[in-house]
């Protein structure tokens, strides 16, 4: 049986949805967390396979193999990574921000779009709470629920959605999370990834067609105001299709670029192919 991960915020319920429902049944044992600990559990062997940061598919390449169909990013906008800060990000040069330690992805793009597109260096301090932070006027990265309570706490001049700058720059989606498994186990049990894999297309099928189960599951874990989370979803994207590719792709470069990841990994994904 496999252990698989999950991640813990709100935007991952239109993948998982129809396992907590029982609509479908995943063929493994589910473990919930944030994503740096998906991240560190899947390549200490304590998962086998798992939505991680794409960064950190990225760094681990040569031992995490990237799985086909799925992805958590956005087109455009994408409401739950932002940078809450006063000043814009072009004048953040030599400014301390305190980020968040449950995402690498969010992280690097920041560290991307300061250093590659703006050309300014700031420094990262991990803060346990950065929302804190965020509240007493000083630059801090939010991701997943926290994004979304500084987009309705602070003023929205202050609050800068990194997928946006992203797509303005380069014209391209964001990835922030893709699905990958250790390739000791796929070596090993490729039967039975294939059948996590069509569990997990399967359950995303089934919430992209029942989004207002999605919604009201969501509703009950973070309550918000009526219309957020339709509105919210529609925003990010969970196929891992050709314009995600290409902004994964792009992403990784520029990763190459700052010296983050050893290399260039190649973007297609390397196993198998699921039934449609």
């Not at 990000?89 to 301390?96: S, Y």
């Not at 921000?97 to 300014?120: D, F, H, K, P, Q």
């Not at 969501?218 to 309550?223: D, E, G």
Request: aromatic share 10%; net charge negative; proline share 5%.
């Amino acid at each position: 049986m496999l252990r698989s991960g999950r991640i813990i915020y709100t935007n991952d319920l239109p993948i998982y949805t129809a396992f907590d429902e029982g609509a479908v049944r995943y063929p493994g044992a589910l473990v919930a967390d944030i994503p740096s600990n998906l991240n560190a559990m899947l390549l200490d062997g304590r998962l086998d396979l798992s939505p991680i940061s794409a960064f950190h598919w990225a760094k681990h390449a040569d031992v995490l193999a990237l799985l086909p169909d799925l992805c958590i990013g956005a087109r455009n906008e994408v409401w739950s990574v932002v940078c809450v800060s006063r000043k814009p990000l072009d004048q953040l040069d030599g400014v301390t921000i305190a980020v968040t330690r449950e995402s690498a992805s969010g992280r690097n793009l920041l560290r991307v779009l300061l250093e590659r597109r703006y050309g300014v260096h700031a420094t990262f301090v991990e803060s346990a709470d950065p929302f804190s932070v965020a509240a007493r006027g000083e630059p801090a990265l939010l991701i997943g629920d926290r994004a979304i309570d500084a987009q309705q706490t602070f003023t929205p001049a202050h609050v800068h959605d990194l997928g946006k700058s992203w797509h303005e720059w380069t014209g391209l989606d964001m990835v922030f999370a893709v699905w990958a498994v250790r390739r000791d186990v796929l070596a090993q049990h490729g039967a039975e990834v294939q059948q996590a894999l069509d569990a997990l297309i399967a359950s995303q099928r089934w919430g992209s067609a029942h989004m207002d189960r999605v919604v009201a599951t969501a509703q009950q874990t973070f309550p918000r105001e009526a219309g957020y989370y339709a509105a919210y979803y529609e925003t990010l994207n969970f196929n891992f299709d050709e314009r995600a590719r290409l902004g994964l792709g792009r992403y990784v470069e520029e990763l190459f670029a700052l010296g983050a990841i050893p290399a260039i990994p190649p973007i297609a994904p390397e196993v198998l192919v699921v039934s449609r």
